[in-house]
């Protein structure tokens, strides 16, 4: 019996090499369009599709391979006698091996001038129709999508003769989840809809961990290959250990925060909420300000900058034991500072905010959420002063900051802040008044002339009451409680300048 290999690839890496050795392994090689010519120009044996479907390839090469004559060699089943009669009668020969990978359209779609046509033209139908057929015939055919399984095929085929059960199995699964990926960008492409009826999501793995946020946990990072450039999934490691579980959250955490200021700012952040947020004129002096806010959280945190790290601050950050530090770029003299520690993992990521993913997606048992992305900030706010006193301009610009920051801050959030950093932050507290205490007791006489941030509503006027007492000056909140105007009628009887933002900023 003839065997047969069919060929046809847009990702040619090693499939010159893979060809001749099929042929020395006694396979006809069936293939189409560019990798026909490839094969051809090389001297490996080739055999035109159109001269077994005694069919041309029409449509502009549209319809080359959706032909009985190859399907059926596809999804034959070699020992049934039925199946072998009808291929038999229809001059039908079997294919073993399919080797096929797709179009490129996230290639193509993911090119700035992309048209319309070009994405339609790159959806590839004969393709995926070509591994399913041969994936799901697995018993009997080898089916090949991934240029890093050739090695393993042509070992078995030399070693045995054939593929085991097991690696066809394997590479069929491999095929499904290829083609399943390849529909989903596809259909995210065309879908305008936020919210369809079926949601497909594709990610790439980018590395097994080590394990979890527990030693006991496994644990892989997955990317979505046209996610936000903006992100630790698409960062270049220039030093340190791998990154685990727990750092990437942290490191997502410290990403939201700096990218809320266009100033030098620098923030570091602890089991996701924010230690200390600093700006300045210099991002030497923003850091300064971040660890003069929380001078002990700050340690095994982790730290993210936007701007370049120069020698001084590298200085300055290879005193503390961080985990991870985040930056645009480094100066060679800050790499080489840095670098003297191990295990320090220094990341460099893009800070063009251009592709920013505009929805967020959490796992709950048995399914997930999928919300919009919070980029109300204070100059989206309908900002209402609704106290007697309006704000300074001092503490206006400090209220702006607060703001900034308490959004990222896990609920129930106060921050306690002046212009330039954070004083005290209050995260995840069962009541509000309670995380009204912390953030205040950990500025202690530095609240004194600051302000107070709150992602959401005062139910009752004891926040306002607890930070007069510590002389906080200004509050912004969302407002929105029936209880509103006892917080009003206390912030105006210590003459506290309160505004209303009318957006709560929840972070569970």
């Not at 229809?90 to 294919?95: A, K, L, N, R, V």
């Not at 946990?217 to 220039?238: E, I, N």
């Not at 301009?393 to 212009?419: C, M, P, R």
Request: glycine share 8%; charged share 25%; proline share 3%.
């Amino acid at each position: 019996m003839t065997k047969r290999a069919l060929i046809s690839v847009s990702n040619k890496d090693g499939i010159l090499d893979f060809a001749k050795e099929l042929v020395a392994l006694g396979y006809e090689i069936l293939s189409t369009g560019g990798t026909k010519k490839m094969l051809q120009d090389n001297n490996v044996p080739v055999t035109a599709v159109d001269e077994v479907t005694k069919f041309p390839e029409i449509l502009d090469g549209r319809v080359k391979t959706l032909n009985p004559l190859i399907h059926g060699g596809l999804l034959g089943k070699f020992d049934d006698p039925s199946h072998q009669a009808q291929m038999t009668e229809h001059g039908i020969t079997p294919i073993e091996i399919v080797c096929v990978n797709l179009y490129p359209f996230v290639e193509t779609i993911s090119k700035p001038d992309v048209t319309w046509d070009d994405a339609i033209e790159n959806i590839d139908i004969g393709g995926p129709t070509m591994l399913r057929s041969a994936a799901k015939n697995h018993q009997y055919v080898t089916v090949i999508v991934d240029s890093k399984d050739y090695n393993q095929v042509l070992e078995e085929l030399k070693g045995h003769g054939a593929t085991t059960l097991e690696t066809r199995k394997r590479l069929a699964a491999k095929v499904f989840r290829h083609t399943a990926a390849y529909d989903s960008y596809i259909s995210n492409y065309l879908t305008e809809e936020d919210f369809p009826e079926n949601l497909t999501m594709t990610y790439e793995l980018k590395q097994t961990l080590r394990y979890g946020e527990n030693p006991h946990q496994k644990a892989a990072f997955y990317q979505k290959r046209l996610g936000s450039d903006f992100s630790l999934a698409f960062a270049t490691q220039l030093h340190g250990k791998e990154l685990s579980y727990n750092n990437i959250q942290d490191g997502n955490a410290a990403l939201q925060i700096v990218k809320e200021f266009d100033i030098p700012a620098a923030v570091a952040v602890k089991h996701m909420n924010p230690c200390g947020v600093g700006t300045g004129e210099s991002i030497g002096e923003a850091f300064d300000k971040a660890y003069e806010a929380d001078s002990t959280s700050i340690f095994g945190g982790i730290v993210a900058l936007n701007r370049e790290v120069d020698a001084a601050l590298a200085d300055k950050l290879g005193g503390i034991f961080l985990e991870i530090i985040i930056a645009p770029s480094f100066t060679d003299e800050a790499l080489e500072i840095l670098t003297k520690k191990k295990n320090i993992r220094l990341m460099t990521i893009s800070f063009a905010q251009e592709k920013q993913d505009q929805f967020k997606v959490v796992s709950v048992e048995g399914g997930l959420l999928v919300q919009e992305d919070d980029k109300f900030g204070f100059n989206e706010a309908d900002i209402k002063v609704v106290t007697d006193r309006e704000p300074t301009e001092e503490e206006w610009e400090a209220l702006k900051l607060g703001l900034a920051v308490v959004k990222h801050v896990k609920s129930n959030a106060i921050v306690v802040n002046d212009t330039q950093m954070t004083l005290g932050i209050g995260a995840g507290q069962m009541n509000r008044v309670g995380a009204a205490k912390i953030a205040l007791e950990q500025a202690g006489s530095k609240a004194k002339g600051a302000v107070l941030a709150s992602d959401a509503f005062f139910p009752m006027s004891d926040t306002v009451e607890t930070a007069a007492a510590a002389g906080i000056t200004a509050i912004i909140q969302p407002g929105g409680s029936i209880k509103d105007q006892d917080s009003i009628d206390k912030a105006n009887e210590y003459g506290i300048a309160m505004v209303f933002t009318g957006v709560r900023h929840f972070k569970h």
